[in-house]
């Protein structure tokens, strides 16, 4: 039995899609891991409830609980069937003592996730929705862009997007067709190919210009 087999033994849960694992506002003790299937990370802005984030294997979530032992900042529900590993105060302060590369992991992802609020921070004072757009695909491909021979890969789930960066999914689609016919990106399904994230910056910039000129 491999190490992740033993692991889901001892504190693994089966969670069917749509189940809600905690809510912003509630007290939480818990902290998840995910093994399988996906997470979504929301938050209410005026009576919105806003995807912050997509999570998926190998992520973990909820630990500013256990840190803090504040309130949850967010909610968190399963949006494709999903296996966690359910950990308690106890055990988290056990796996941080005895083990100083999951201390590092855990350092490491949180120091990314407040850089990725700073960002989205950011994309939402773009006025312009095509700005936000293409400030969102070169923010993924910083913090989750993987590089490939022919450009960075990044995960781009358009249906997810317009809770995201607040732009609607005809607005988003065009902007990836146009993208795509300057050659710049390559779809396949919720996969994107960025082959020159300068250019792509470049065309940022063009259009951040041509909106403050009043010509978009």
């Given at each position: 039995?491999?190490?992740?087999?033993?692991?889901?033994?001892?504190?693994?849960?089966?969670?069917?899609?749509?189940?809600?694992?905690?809510?912003?506002?509630?007290?939480?003790?818990?902290?998840?891991?995910?093994?399988?299937?996906?997470?979504?990370?929301?938050?209410?802005?005026?009576?919105?409830?806003?995807?912050?984030?997509?999570?998926?294997?190998?992520?973990?979530?909820?630990?500013?609980?256990?840190?803090?032992?504040?309130?949850?900042?967010?909610?968190?529900?399963?949006?494709?069937?999903?296996?966690?590993?359910?950990?308690?105060?106890?055990?988290?302060?056990?796996?941080i003592?005895?083990?100083?590369?999951?201390?590092?992991?855990?350092?490491?992802?949180?120091?990314?996730?407040?850089?990725?609020?700073?960002?989205?921070?950011?994309?939402?004072l773009?006025?312009?929705?095509?700005?936000?757009?293409?400030?969102?695909?070169?923010?993924?491909?910083?913090?989750r862009?993987?590089?490939?021979?022919?450009?960075?890969?990044?995960?781009?789930?358009?249906?997810?997007?317009?809770?995201q960066?607040?732009?609607?999914?005809?607005?988003?689609?065009?902007?990836?067709?146009?993208l795509?016919?300057?050659?710049?990106?390559?779809?396949?399904?919720?996969?994107?190919?960025?082959?020159?994230?300068?250019?792509?910056?470049?065309?940022?910039?063009y259009?951040?210009?041509?909106?403050?000129?009043?010509?978009?």
């Amino acid at each position: 039995m491999g190490a992740e087999e033993t692991l889901f033994q001892r504190f693994g849960k089966e969670f069917p899609k749509g189940t809600v694992l905690f809510r912003e506002g509630e007290p939480g003790k818990e902290m998840f891991v995910i093994q399988s299937g996906r997470i979504a990370i929301s938050k209410r802005v005026r009576d919105v409830e806003k995807v912050l984030a997509v999570l998926g294997p190998g992520e973990f979530f909820g630990e500013m609980a256990i840190i803090s032992n504040k309130p949850r900042n967010a909610t968190a529900s399963v949006s494709e069937d999903a296996k966690l590993l359910v950990i308690d105060p106890k055990t988290f302060e056990g796996m941080i003592r005895g083990n100083a590369e999951i201390a590092v992991r855990m350092i490491k992802k949180l120091a990314e996730r407040l850089s990725e609020a700073d960002a989205q921070i950011e994309n939402l004072l773009h006025a312009d929705p095509a700005s936000r757009v293409v400030h969102h695909i070169l923010q993924v491909c910083q913090t989750r862009g993987r590089a490939m021979e022919e450009g960075v890969e990044i995960e781009l789930p358009v249906r997810e997007l317009p809770r995201q960066i607040g732009v609607g999914e005809p607005a988003i689609r065009n902007m990836l067709d146009r993208l795509e016919r300057a050659g710049l990106v390559e779809r396949a399904g919720d996969r994107l190919t960025v082959y020159d994230t300068a250019r792509v910056h470049d065309f940022l910039q063009y259009l951040e210009m041509k909106w403050k000129f009043g010509e978009l």
